[in-house]
């Protein structure tokens, strides 16, 4: 599984980071992947990560 944020949509609310700190980091104010790809074990919260930003920045691809 892959994912990425879209840092022009982010309004750096940091929800996603809370959310799946294995996966997101906040970098400038706005969150970023700290890897493209997603740990199996991180999955499941990097998916209620996506889901519950309220901007739908993050983009999976399984
Ligand atoms: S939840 Fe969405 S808007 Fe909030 S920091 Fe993460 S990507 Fe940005």
Same mark, same amino acid.
């Given at each position: *599984? ?6 022009d949509?982010c309004? #750096? ?12 980091e *906040?970098k ?16 499941? +919260?990097?998916?209620? +990560?996506? #889901? ?7 983009k999976?691809?399984?």
């Open positions: *599984m892959k994912v990425s944020v879209d840092a949509t309004t #750096g609310c940091e929800l996603c980071v809370d959310t799946c700190p294995d996966v997101f *906040m400038d104010g706005v969150a970023a992947a700290k890897s493209p790809v997603v740990p199996p074990s991180a999955e499941d +919260a990097c998916r209620d +990560a996506a #889901g519950n930003c309220p901007v739908e920045a993050i999976i691809e399984e």
